[in-house]
DNA sequence: AACAAGAATCTCGCTGAGCGAGATATTGTC
DNA sequence: GACAATATCTCGCTCAGCGAGATTCTTGTT
């Protein structure tokens, strides 16, 4: 067993895991009404919630590859839904801040809560050494892709 | 440094490589002039043509979630790229065969190639202990990811 | 203070991806 | 040969997202 075929294994292996996940996204979407974009927005929203960055239709739009047109559309949406409210910023006035609705943070439980579980329990089938490998080889290619994404940016 | 923990980050670093993934695979559709589902489309032909298994619109469209309207779309616009070509089943003339272009087959190398390289560069750091515990992590969340999907679509 | 330049967001009209419904061609079954 | 099943395609429609420009507010300059 060569280490080169453990990496192509590994490269289908995560190609793989990343096709479950989006379909999952989908799945996800269409059971609540929501388009893909809906949910990456939805996720985008509560990870800056969740770390105390202030939302803005500008941040969302950049995140999500959107020009304002289509990132107002979104927020239109979800606003709809009761899942985010629009907020005017009272320090700068041109600036609107997106609050996410309780509504959101279970909707995003239900999604993330059963794939936190199962991944977990995978991950409890190995030692504290084995799990510390596991976390440095997805830091690893973390960064490796990310490089690799941005250097593909880069000669645009 | 409790197992929980590590499982949480886990679940945030598997969830990072996979964003980062699709944005890579969106960032090679909008240079490409095609969109991400003819990239997903390209993936899942070339991965037939790897395997030998013969491709159809039928079978497309089931890998890609579209009806046949939509898919009959996509393989239109490939067609019109030169990326694919039509050929009737002469078995069965209601079927249309897909055959990938050797254009296609260099598209999707000019697309992982790079990305394979930096992953197995990451793989090589470990020993072979540490790399058959990563890969089998992975076979664990795959199989795991699956089978909550399968789950899911089930009580639908 | 008045004004220009810039920033954040929204509105309008348009293109095109994907859907539903139905048409067309081919195959296996009775 | 009539008929249901299968594979693909055509047509018309909806709506996500884009480009261009309008609107509202802020900041720096004079």
Redesign the interface.
Known sequence: ?H??D??????H??????V?????G???AA?HALHPTDVRALICLLDAARTGTPATPGTLGAHL?LNSAGTTAVIDRLERLGHVRRERDTRDRRRVLLRVDESAVALGWSF?G???H?????????D?A??????G??????E??????AS??QH?
Chains 1, 2 share one sequence.
Request: net charge neutral; charged share 30%.
């Open positions: 067993m280490e080169q453990a990496g192509l294994r590994v490269v292996l995560l190609r793989a895991v990343t479950e996940l989006d379909r999952i989908e799945r996800f059971r590859g993330f059963p794939l936190i199962e991944i977990v329990a995978v991950m409890g089938r190995f504290a084995d799990q510390a490998t596991i976390e080889f997805l830091v690893g290619v973390h490796a892709v990310t490089r690799e994404r593909r940016e645009l």
